[in-house]
T-cell receptor
């Protein structure tokens, strides 16, 4: 049984570009959450998807958007990238209370 | 924003010693979870303690929760070099969006 998977592992973009990150949840999980983790900090909640709809959102601008597909996989899109968007982006899936995290995508914005 | 704050920020001990990390939070919670992160990779779920529980054990891990003081502690007994990692507490107010602290960096010297 595969755990949470994320792609790509690393990504380098320049300011102003757009990026799409992908996440496949653990088998049997229907809820996907995205977190941003800046260097040396704890993860910060971006948003959560359930039944293909955004259920909750953290304090992030509209440049951050997402999508959940019928197979429960999810995408995180970030438009008009800023230097400050450089971070590790973590996806977590859950079917109950516990959240299981993927290995993350390291985004570097130059 | 970070709800939880871990203390200490960094901890260095010898193999075989016990390591204690503390977490404080600000609002009422449904549960509190502890995670481990190795070298900026994905988070590994360690233990979940619900708001109506005071203590929980899992192998060499012992977690306590004091809701009156809004604090929790994680004790790792008989530490090993492989326990070297960052440890985060995360609170869930019942909405399944975790709020993380800034973490404790644990270094276990062999």
């Amino acid at each position: 049984d595969a755990g949470v998977t994320q792609s790509p592992t690393h990504l380098i973009k320049t300011r102003g570009q757009q990026v799409t990150l992908r996440c496949s949840p653990k088998s049997g999980h229907d809820t996907v959450s995205w977190y941003q983790q800046a260097l040396g900090q704890g993860p910060q909640f971006i948003f959560q998807y359930y039944e293909e709809e955004e259920r909750q959102r953290g304090n992030f601008p509209d440049r951050f958007s997402g999508h959940q597909f019928p197979n429960y996989s999810s995408e995180l899109n970030v438009n008009a990238l800023l230097l400050g968007d450089s971070a590790l982006y973590l996806c977590a899936s859950s079917g109950g209370t516990k959240q299981f995290f993927g290995p993350g995508t390291r985004l570097t914005v130059l | 924003s970070q709800q939880g704050e871990e203390d200490p920020q960094a901890l260095s001990i010898q193999e075989g010693e016990n390591a204690t990390m503390n977490c404080s939070y600000k609002t009422s919670i449904n549960n509190l979870q502890w995670y481990r992160q190795n070298s900026g990779r994905g988070l590994v779920h360690l233990i979940l303690i619900r708001s109506n529980e005071r203590e929980k054990h899992s192998g060499r891990l012992r977690v306590t929760l004091d809701t009156s003081k809004k604090s929790s502690s994680l004790l790792i007994t008989a530490s090993r070099a492989a326990d070297t990692a960052s440890y985060f507490c995360a609170t869930d107010t019942g909405r399944r969006a975790l709020t993380f602290g800034s973490g404790t960096r644990l270094q276990v010297q062999p």
